[in-house]
């Protein structure tokens, strides 16, 4: 008796028909007839009382069903489960994150990710445009992406993590209040920051001098946003930062200060809504504290 017989069994039950089950399984006729005569050797009783109206089961037949059902879902539970395991034996997983967010808090996630699964390679993507992100989960090319300030799309489960303060970071010695700034006296500063598109912290910029009517002055603008730091330490002007990014600066002297009204960025997990890896689905019960649950 195995798996293939028992669904053939189940399947001319539900259908009450050999034909209809042979249709439904996408088996001829014969095959399906074979399968029931073997079953019925292998128990030594008939199991369906067939007649012009079609088949239904026998005694023997109807004590079966029952066993036959939770069989085949044990049999399921444990091929996921080894499934599961075998899968975070090896294998890779794809993330695509925008460079900050790879420093804070993805850094942290791989981490512990590694330390209970060290067999799964991670490979971290980054997106030439910030706004490329969730393109690459949507076409399969990475399971799951970090990014910020997500809009909700049908296609794309979201799940958003712990939001981060953005604050602005000063050179050493620069001159500012003890403090938080508001968004008008932002105009005071020069700021060095990515181009257009290419990073949240420069599209927040745009956007508060938007609000505020004020004209944003850009002293330095580079390609290379992990550098932006470096160049507000060598004191060629400010930069919009967050926090976790501030917080070694300050050791260092920056002068880092909160705003007013404070700015956050929206840190999102997100994944396709289809069925995900085994190695996927560990990283999203860890990233999101097993909660698994989408906000979108």
Not at 249 to 271: C, K
């Amino acid at each position: 008796m195995d798996r293939r017989q028992l669904e053939i069994f189940l399947s001319v039950v539900e259908n009450e028909s050999i034909s209809r089950a042979a249709e439904a399984l996408h088996l001829a006729q014969p095959s399906v007839s074979q399968a029931i005569k073997q079953l019925e050797r292998e128990v030594r009783g008939e199991l369906f009382l067939r007649s012009t109206r079609g088949v239904r089961p026998t005694a023997a037949g109807e004590a079966l069903i029952e066993p036959a059902r939770q069989v085949l879902r044990d049999l399921s539970v444990a091929l996921e489960s080894v499934g599961h395991v075998l899968g975070l034996r090896g294998g890779t997983l794809d993330i695509v994150s925008v460079p900050a967010l790879a420093i804070d808090p993805l850094a942290s996630f791989v981490g512990s990710y590694r330390r209970s699964f060290p067999d799964v390679q991670v490979r971290v993507i980054d997106p030439p445009d910030v706004s490329d992100a969730p393109a690459y989960v949507r076409s399969g090319r990475c399971e799951i992406g970090l990014v910020e300030d997500m809009t909700p799309e049908p296609e794309l489960c979201i799940h958003e993590l712990a939001g981060q303060e953005i604050v602005l970071v000063l050179p050493p010695g620069a001159a500012v209040g003890s403090g938080p700034v508001s968004w008008e006296d932002l105009s005071l500063f020069e700021f060095v920051t990515s181009p257009p598109g290419r990073s949240v912290s420069r599209s927040k910029l745009e956007q508060i001098f938007s609000r505020t009517g004020k004209q944003l002055r850009v002293c330095v603008e580079s390609d290379h946003r992990t550098a932006i730091a470096d160049f507000v330490m060598a004191g060629a002007g400010a930069a919009l930062l967050r926090r976790p990014i501030s917080e070694p600066l300050a050791a260092q002297g920056a002068r880092v200060r909160p705003l007013n009204p404070p700015l956050l960025h929206q840190v999102t997990l997100v994944h396709r809504r289809r069925s995900l890896s085994p190695a996927a689905r560990a990283f999203v019960g860890l990233a999101t504290k097993g909660t698994g649950t989408c906000t979108a």
